[in-house]
């Protein structure tokens, strides 16, 4: 049940972390360490290493746990791996290990066990920061268990495994690991016992895939100078002849004020030229411009919006001509609308994205 817990508690250390890097294509490496062993004794007593002597069962069992209590768990183990990573958090594995003799020794028994081990896994990987990722393994172990006493055992278990690994470069990574092989033999079984392994060892590999994830470099954002000029017919904002805003004026120079603002306008300079039409004297028209570009500049600035120039230019620049000339009083004023404007110019610098 420990060596249970504890696996479960490596793969939730992984499930917890946050990537950031990893790597993908094939690997090899080898390991070293030590292996823990361990042997059920629950049963032994009733295997066939004891049927060849015709003891009660209180004497085989009493010679079990003596036989037990003189193992010698702690020994070394080595092995080789070699997988595929599929991608960053995903891959197999295939490994070999083996487990040095774990020895016994009672009366005039020397009784050793040792194990060649080849294991399939999937391997589960979490990394957490450029360099570093834990793993976690799941997969089965076909064990090879053999003792200097009888014949060997093969049996196909549950492998459970986790670790971490650190790339020193793009391609050279060191782990360590755990792992735990569960029930590598038989109480049926010639050898008389029943042992789980716990492998802890560190590790070197190659990866011949590459770490180097592609790098996209967003073009740089592009400065475009502006100078823009916006009409607005005098004939919306004002009534004729008149210089106060209308409620459609209004909506209108709300509109162009965040339109303006929106675009995050550097060294903006913002202009307001009144214009009439040529209908009255100069003098007139000129103050009736100057009023209309003061209306208007104020009410820009009461909506965020300062303009740096405001002035009036009366009839001086009209855009119509001659094409009015012989009309009617009712159809010049009508045919004059477009010179009865207010000319909104916007200078600057703005910066854009560039998309492809």
Known sequence: MKKTLLAVAVMAACASTSAF????????????????????????????????????????????????NSLDRLNAAAGLFAGYN??????????????????????????????????????????????????????????????????????????????????????????????????????????????????????????FGSREQSVVVAPAPQKRTINETRTLGADVLFGFDKYNLTQTGQSTLDTLVDEINEQNIEDRQVSVIGHTDRIGSAEYNQKLSEKRANVVADYMSSKGLTPDVVEGRGKTEPVTGSECDGLSRSKLIQCLARDRRVDINVQGVVTEEVTE
Do not use: C
């Open 21 to 68: 890097a990893g790597t993908d294509g094939f690997y090899v490496g080898a390991k070293a360490g030590i292996d823990i062993w361990g042997v059920s004794t629950d049963n032994d007593y009733k295997s066939s290493f004891y049927r060849q002597y015709d003891w009660p069962d209180h004497q085989r069992r009493e010679h079990n746990q003596a036989f037990t």
């Open 86 to 207: 599929v991608n960053d958090y995903f891959g197999v594995e295939f490994e070999y290990n083996y487990l040095a003799p774990m020895k016994m020794k009672h009366h005039d028994l020397n009784y050793k066990v040792w194990s060649n081990s080849f294991g399939l896994s999937g391997k589960f990987m979490l990394p957490f920061t450029d360099d570093f990722e834990l793993f976690t393994k799941v997969g089965v172990s076909y064990n090879y268990l053999n003792s200097n006493y009888s014949s060997h055992v093969d049996l196909t278990n549950l492998l459970l495994g986790g670790g971490l690994q650190y790339y020193f470069t793009d391609n050279i990574f060191a782990r360590v690991e755990y792992e735990w092989l569960h029930n590598m033999g038989s109480t049926s079984s010639s050898l008389g016992i029943r042992p789980d392994a716990q492998l802890i060892t560190v590790g070197v590999g190659y990866s």
